[in-house]
């Protein structure tokens, strides 16, 4: 079985300091691996995503990613926060298949809010 | 592509009424996910259709909860004699069909469920 466990429920950093928001995996299979970002009362919107290939994936509004599988981690960095960046944060896994018998379902972590203060 | 499109956004009923919500996926996808998400928890699967059949339900809640979506574009989730421990964010999400690597999901909004 498939699971994420998110350190911290609540990370605050000031503008302009480096983001870290951690994320550790279990999966039985090699696992796509995936950072969603929620603002208040709306759904999710993907950050990024790692599937094969180059470890370290860069997405959307200059977040980055290391898929560490030593470590089975997936940690989100970005190097200055911006005040935009407030909102909660999911890591997500998901069987590492992309044919079309897959599910594709995801296996969500509780969440990490990220405060920015001035 | 207009996203994926919920309704109703806000839903108040009292314990024991029957509450239907509704997803519209975007137009393309033939996939279509349900995930029922509580305060302070990541969003849990529910179900999903690949065009109109449901090919996984065993992790719908209860017998309560049921989900259909008759002509493969949208779909709805119902939850008969809704109990208190049923309020939380309801989201919908559609793809293409294959695993999540190449076919990312696209959320809605979400329907936030309150019972009285």
């Known amino acids: 079985a498939q699971s994420v466990t998110q350190l911290g429920s609540h990370v605050s950093v000031s503008e302009g300091a480096l983001v870290l928001l951690r994320c550790n995996y279990s999966s039985s299979v090699p696992p796509y691996l995936f950072w969603y970002v929620q603002y208040p009362n709306q759904g999710l919107q993907l950050l990024l995503k790692?599937?094969?290939?180059?470890?370290l994936v860069k997405g959307i509004n200059g977040f980055e990613a290391e898929f560490k599988k030593s470590e089975t981690s997936f940690h989100l960095t970005k190097p200055s926060a911006h005040m935009s960046d407030a909102a909660e944060y999911f890591c997500a896994v998901s069987d590492g298949s992309d044919y079309g018998g897959s599910q594709g379902n995801l296996i969500f972590g509780k969440g990490t809010k990220l405060s920015v203060k001035p | 592509d207009t996203g994926v499109s919920q309704n109703p956004r806000h839903k108040i009923t009292k314990r024991g009424q029957n509450v239907t919500f509704r997803c519209d996926p975007i137009?393309?996808?033939?996939?279509l996910y349900w995930y029922r998400q509580t305060l302070g928890q990541g969003p849990e699967f529910l179900t999903y259709?690949?065009?109109?059949?449901?090919?996984?339900k065993s992790r719908l809640l209860s017998d309560r909860f049921s989900a259909e979506r008759p002509k493969g574009s949208f779909s709805t989730l119902e939850i008969q004699r809704t109990e208190q421990g049923d309020s939380a964010m309801y989201l919908c999400?559609?793809?293409?069909?294959?695993?999540?690597?190449?076919?990312?999901?696209?959320f809605g909004d979400g329907t936030r469920l309150s019972i009285l």
């Open positions: 790692y599937t094969t290939g180059a470890t």
């Open positions: 999400a559609s793809s293409l069909a294959g695993g999540a690597g190449n076919q990312p999901q696209h």
């Open positions: 137009s393309e996808h033939n996939r």
């Open positions: 259709f690949q065009n109109e059949a449901q090919l996984e």
